[in-house]
């Protein structure tokens, strides 16, 4: 009996030797070549393998060193000799004991891989690598009984990239996402009520993102269930639960929500690229999305509320809005919120794509005009309707076309003294001197105050390539008026021209010589002036026509001189010449 356990012992121990010698002597890479002729053929590209590696014990596994897969040359390929992967490293191994146990325990690491992916009118590099195979009947997807003894414990991916550059747009579109690291933990397919760990970390625009989640997939229903899990974004969290269901028939379909609470918009705006300033954006904000619909054309829907974000020096108080989009445009439904004392609603269309579009309706009532214009106060509703283009790499101000109207009460213009402008010394040197001199000092009110009050202002507008442009604005206060039309830069610079009126009575006052006044007021007996007012909305330069008051104010003296010389003529020199020149009496 002793004999015999020596002899098994002696087959065993013959066995592991063999083994070992096996594993010491057997060099793999003799294969290499053919390995990657295999590879080459089944991906379409050129694929070069540095080392690889085999183990036996204590895991059974590969190991390959520095993986690079390129397209082929032109002209097999349109991307000819472009590098679609490269991977520092790729381990796979199992458990060698776990064998012995009737069970497959095994892992995945994939360290620094690095995809590029780029589109052109020719179409995707991802296509030109993966070719399209004729379409075969679909085949049951059920896993066999053993699949339940396989059990992955972790897949690993450490410093990965990801490059996307389309060039089917001017200027073209690059992404870099990176570094990317993936864990998943505890895989095992066959059981859909076991869910497998996932934990992401990467940067997107430089903007920190983590995820964890547990994930069930159940291979029989064609289906991933994805949540409660917990998105981090730059040390926000969002909670997220997804579904992804017919991946059975190919027909894939999307499920998911995302929610915050009190996200922190300045920490996400904070990290924006380094070469861009970021946003002057604070404030909390709750957010509920929904995605839907299929992989190609998801729909996407959602509200958010805040009590209050402030841009810059502006705020919005109770803000509440929903909106829909799909990946080519996206609609505000509504947005309505407190801001600038009053109240104000928006909705709209926003395109996405190409030189993406927009339409967007604006109405803000009863608001401190003072907030939004620092050359301003007063109070009132403004109406806009705006559409326009937001191309890539111009100005969008440029772009911007629409119409509305403004009506302000009871504020002042505090940038410019209209009534000193336009009744100018210049002006009252004219009519002085169109009254020969004898004018009375003419106390104007409001040429002596600090800028333009009025008690009402009304213009409708419409917007063109970014320059306001009216045809009727309309200034009115209890002393004055005017009337302008012209355009309203939306850099403030102004071109406007117009008229000042002095009401009837001032006028009479200011030029109390009706023959004379006649020449100079309107049908309504309001003295003019008509101006242009240039320059900016915080330093104007406001021009009064001296040249039409003087040519009126020329015509009136000439007028009345003429009257005058009519009226000498009549009353004194014809009497003398008739006094002097006696006509006899015909006797018939």
Not at 79 to 97: C, N, P, R, S, Y
Not at 183 to 199: E, F, L
Not at 515 to 522: H, Q
Request: hydrophobic share 40%; no cysteine.
């Amino acid at each position: 009996m002793k004999k015999v356990f020596i002899g098994i012992a002696v087959f065993f121990a013959v066995i592991v030797a063999g083994v070992l010698i096996f594993a010491l002597t057997f060099n793999i890479n003799k294969y290499r070549p053919d390995i990657e002729k295999k590879l080459g053929t089944e991906l379409r590209a050129d694929v070069k393998l540095e080392r690889i590696e085999l183990s036996f014990w204590p895991y059974i596994g590969v190991r390959i060193k520095n993986v690079v897969v390129k397209h082929l040359p032109a002209p097999q390929s349109p991307f000819g000799d472009m590098t679609a992967l490269t991977q520092k490293e790729l381990g796979i191994q199992v458990h060698a004991k776990s064998l012995f146990s009737g069970r497959i325990i095994g892992s995945l690491k994939l360290q620094e891989p690095s995809i590029h992916l780029v589109k052109t009118s020719k179409g995707s590099s991802l296509s030109d690598l993966l070719p399209a195979k004729k379409e075969q009947a679909a085949k049951p997807t059920e896993l066999p009984s053993w699949a339940n003894r396989i059990l992955i414990e972790t897949v690993e991916l450490s410093g990965a990239s990801f490059t996307s550059i389309d060039r089917t747009v001017s200027p073209e579109k690059v992404m870099v996402i990176q570094p990317i690291d993936v864990k998943i933990a505890d895989i095992q397919i066959a059981d859909p009520n076991r869910p497998m760990d996932v934990s992401l970390s990467t940067k997107f625009e430089n903007i920190p993102i983590s995820l964890k989640t547990p994930v069930r997939f159940d291979m029989n229903k064609g289906e991933i269930r994805v949540g409660d899990g917990t998105l981090k974004i730059a040390g926000e969290n969002l909670g997220f639960t997804s579904v992804i269901s017919g991946l059975k028939d190919k027909n894939i379909l999307l499920d998911g929500s995302l929610t915050a609470k009190a996200l922190n918009l300045e920490n996400l705006v904070s990290l924006a690229k380094k070469e861009t300033q970021p946003l002057p954006v604070s404030g909390k904000l709750d957010l509920s999305a929904r995605i839907q619909g299929s992989l190609e054309s998801p729909r996407l829907s959602g509200s958010l509320a805040s009590d209050q974000i402030k841009y810059d020096a502006y705020e919005l108080n109770q803000l509440k809005a929903s909106w829909e989009a799909t990946s080519k445009q996206a609609k505000l439904k509504q947005l309505d919120f407190k801001a600038f004392g009053g109240t104000g609603h928006t909705e709209g269309t926003v395109g996405l794509e190409g030189r993406a579009p927009y339409d967007i309706a604006v109405k803000l009532e009863l608001i401190d005009i003072s907030e939004l214009a620092k050359a301003m106060t007063g109070r009132g509703n403004v109406t806009l309707q705006l559409n326009g283009e937001r191309p890539a790499g111009e100005d969008p101000r440029k772009h911007v076309n629409g119409k509305g109207e403004a009506r302000l009460v009871d504020g002042k213009v505090e940038t410019m003294n209209l009534m000193k402008s336009a009744i100018s010394d210049e002006v009252m040197k004219v009519v002085k001197m169109a009254l020969a001199g004898r004018s009375d000092v003419v106390e104007l009110p409001g040429r002596e105050i600090q800028g333009t009050p009025f008690r009402e202002i009304f213009f409708p507008f419409t917007i063109q390539n970014g320059q306001l442009i009216t045809d009727k604005m309309e200034l009115d206060y209890q002393d004055y008026g005017a009337l302008f039309s012209g355009s309203i830069g939306l850099d403030q610079s102004l071109d406007l021209k117009g008229r000042f009126l002095l009401p009837p009575a001032i006028s009479a006052k200011l030029i109390p010589n009706e023959k004379i006044r006649s020449f100079l007021v309107d049908e309504q007996g309001k003295f003019i002036v008509p101006l242009q007012i240039a320059g900016s909305s915080m330093s104007p330069h406001v021009a009064p026509d001296i040249g039409f008051v003087q040519d009126k104010a020329s015509a009136a003296v000439k007028s009345l001189v003429k009257e005058e010389a009519q009226k000498q003529l009549q009353e004194q020199v014809i009497p003398k010449l008739q006094e002097k020149i006696k006509i006899p009496k015909l006797p018939w």
